[in-house]
């Protein structure tokens, strides 16, 4: 057994010790750090500037998985075609249960056919044949999104060929279409001239009053939104059981 004396001196051997230990280990270190002309050692592992430790570059592969947006003007559509009938078998089976069977809507499911016209209306209908400016957004939009159980599990001629049954549901094109890379986006939808590029609307800035600000009782709300039906609701097959 140790008195206590004896126990402070072995603490303070044990101690002295790990010191020593420490010291050899961070000269190790230093000695193996390049030193650059200015004298201050480098690690041997520095990483370029911006990198956080963390992540790894992406490859093609990945980049590919994700690059697959269609433009207005039809960049980015691949091969293939799909026809109006071919369409129609193909919605039956992944699209009408949420859709129904023309594009009526199902439930709360959004409508995509009719409604050509109603965008002035106190209840416009925001369709696929109503509003949408390009086929080739459909086309885009299917592939990415579609089925809503089972997104970018169809391929590109059934893709093609549910555009063409969509558009065919607005009477956008006729029921021989066939859809393909090349005619697409050549397809005439109504509201393509109901977009405006670039946006008219002129930019407005605030800058933020830090000092002899005007005092709150002098700020009065002219005009709000409220009341004045700016925005429907809701749009769909259960617009007739609102009041």
Known sequence: MFNSAERRVSAARAR???????????????????APAGG???SASAKPSGYYGYGAPATPQQIAGWNIDVRPDGT???PGSG???????????????????????????????GGIGSLKADRP?????????????LWDYIHRAMPFYAPQSLTDDEVYALTAYVLNLSNV???????????????KMPNRNGFVRPDPRPDTHD?????????A?????????????????????????QP
């Open 173 to 187: 094109v006729g029921p021989d279409f066939v859809a393909d890379q090349k005619n697409l986006a050549s397809v």
């Open 76 to 78: 980015g559509l691949p």
């Open 16 to 34: 002295a010790a790990m010191a020593a230990a420490g010291m050899l280990i961070a000269a190790a270190c230093l000695a193996a750090s390049p």
């Open 207 to 215: 800058t933020a009053c830090m000092k002899n600000c005007k005092p």
């Open 40 to 42: 201050k050692p480098v």
């Open 83 to 113: 026809s109006v009938e071919k369409g129609a078998d193909i919605f039956q089976t992944h699209c009408a249960a949420c859709h129904g069977a023309f594009g009526e809507g199902m439930g709360r499911y959004p409508k995509l056919s």
């Open 217 to 241: 009782a002098g700020v009065k709300i002219v005009s709000t939104a409220a009341g004045r039906h700016l925005t429907p609701r809701t749009t769909g097959p259960l617009d007739e059981q």
């Open 125 to 137: 209908e925001k369709t696929v044949g109503s509003y949408w400016p390009y086929a080739t957004t």
